[in-house]
């Protein structure tokens, strides 16, 4: 299956082109917003709720999230460009609850008792990101999966500016949420020298 194939991260040039290109629909703007900025697997990006990031009165400084597929939990920051985000979603959706899903399915549903009350699917997250990136003529292979790519190869690059390689592993580690540093040495994409200079980096 397509979603199943590695898939690149968004270049930085698209992912202002892709902001620019869902400003005027907040439940899409949201899901590349916060998928960009936690780093978190489709499975666990489509099921969250307003009230993971809004108490009722103020945002939250940490989203707490149990991951799908490990049960451990990541805790990515709640940062400036999510609550951003999170603001234009409420304001498109004042009869939301904290209850409510962010990213709902739009489609028509007789059954449901509210339009926030149906996540959308991970082949649908799959779907638009591979649509968005089309649309503003970007190169390379993209799916959902590469909201999170983005962020965690982000997170890597960052980190290595100012800490050790190793150091600059763990924390794209702890980003991940994966269990093994080869894992997130894998998942980087790093060649095969630099991968073994940065996995000797680090002694647990």
Not at 101 to 127: A, G, P
Not at 132 to 145: D, K, P, R
Not at 185 to 203: R, T
Request: net charge positive; hydrophobic share 35%; glycine share 6%.
């Amino acid at each position: 299956m397509a979603k199943s194939t590695r898939v690149d991260a968004i270049p930085s040039k698209a992912i202002g082109e892709i902001r620019t290109l869902l400003r005027d629909s907040p439940r899409d703007y949201a899901l590349f917003v916060i998928g960009l900025n936690t780093g978190l697997r489709e499975s666990d990006l489509v099921r969250l709720r307003l009230g993971d990031f809004w108490d009722g009165s103020c945002y939250r400084e940490i989203l707490e999230v149990r991951q799908k597929k490990t049960h451990d939990f990541v805790r990515p920051c709640i940062n400036r460009a999510i609550a951003e985000a999170l603001s234009r979603w409420r304001t498109a959706n004042p009869a939301a609850t904290l209850d409510s899903y962010l990213f709902y399915r739009t489609s028509k549903c007789y059954r449901r008792k509210s339009l926030y009350d149906q996540h959308i699917s991970e082949n649908w997250v799959y779907q638009l990101i591979k649509s968005w990136c089309a649309a503003v003529g970007a190169q390379g292979n993209f799916g959902g999966h590469s909201l999170r790519r983005t962020r965690i190869t982000s997170v890597f690059v960052e980190a290595s500016k100012t800490m050790p390689l190793g150091q600059a592993l763990l924390t794209a580690k702890k980003t991940a949420g994966h269990k093994k540093v080869s894992t997130t040495s894998d998942y980087l994409q790093l060649e095969e020298g630099l991968a073994q200079d940065v996995q000797m980096a680090v002694n647990l």
